[in-house]
């Protein structure tokens, strides 16, 4: 709880990947990378309660077994790929959490993120007033850097003028990195969708915590970190 609100976490976590097969059950560092987020949230002095929301069993098995919520596996409308992680949290908090006032979305993708990210980011929400507050990274490289390509991958208008500038010159950017999403539940219910507002804040995390596992190479990057960090 943090000022008199009661906080609850959020875990999507989906059975099925196909970049990954099986990741959100696959052993990260001695144990599955649900349990990371899990964890996180467990050792979080603000969070109430934990709720892992899966259409896998097995998924759930291990959830229950750390000692979280899950209050039943997905229905099956909520359980494709086409379903959204915005359809599973309203779903969530309209049946099973009537009294959270606060939902924090932790992905067990963002094994990195820890329980002082998770309250940092949780404080922030509060010195603020916020609606929202959304963790965010440094990019790597300018954005400005980027394009998509026509078929024959002509370069020809692949660079805006303003991207030649050396990189030091072009600003900070900051990209989206996935491990932290807060919202007043009384106020994202109103909205009846996720969205951003001028009451939406940035929580800033270090590149080396904000790998976002998608495919293999992310998932050996966060286990290269995960014992580096423990070492």
């Known amino acids: 709880m943090i000022e008199n609100r ?15 097969p099986r990741k959100n059950v ?8 649900i349990e990371w987020a899990i964890n ?28 979280v919520n899950v ?4 229905p099956e409308e909520l359980a494709s790929d086409t379903a959204t992680t915005e359809s599973a949290l309203f779903y969530t908090l309209n049946k099973f959490s009537h009294d959270a006032d606060v939902v924090i979305i932790l992905q067990p993708t963002s094994p990195l993120r820890t329980a002082q990210h998770i309250d940092e980011a949780l404080e922030l929400f509060c010195d603020k007033s916020a609606f929202s507050v959304v963790s965010v990274t440094p990019c790597e490289h300018p954005p400005l850097w980027s394009n998509t390509l026509p ?7 692949f ?27 009384h106020k994202l219910k109103e909205f009846g969708k996720i969205c951003y507002t001028n009451k939406s804040y940035a929580y800033v995390m ?11 190479i992310d998932f050996e990057l966060a286990e290269f970190f995960m014992k580096k960090s423990c070492s």
């Open 206 to 216: 270090d590149n080396y915590v904000s790998i976002d596992i998608d495919n293999k």
């Open 26 to 33: 696959l052993p990260l560092a001695g144990k599955p990378l």
């Open 159 to 185: 660079l805006r003028p303003e991207a030649l500038k050396r990189s030091q010159d072009l600003g900070e950017f900051y990209r989206l990195n996935g491990a932290v999403y807060i919202f007043d539940t």
């Open 71 to 74: 209050p039943g596996l997905r």
């Open 40 to 67: 996180a949230a467990q050792n979080s002095h603000y969070i109430d309660e934990v709720i892992v929301s899966t259409d896998d069993q097995e998924i759930a098995d291990i959830s229950l077994k750390i000692g």
């Open 6 to 20: 009661k906080v609850v976490a959020f875990i999507p976590a989906r059975g099925g990947s196909k970049r990954l």
């Open 151 to 157: 078929d024959d991958y002509s370069m020809e208008n």
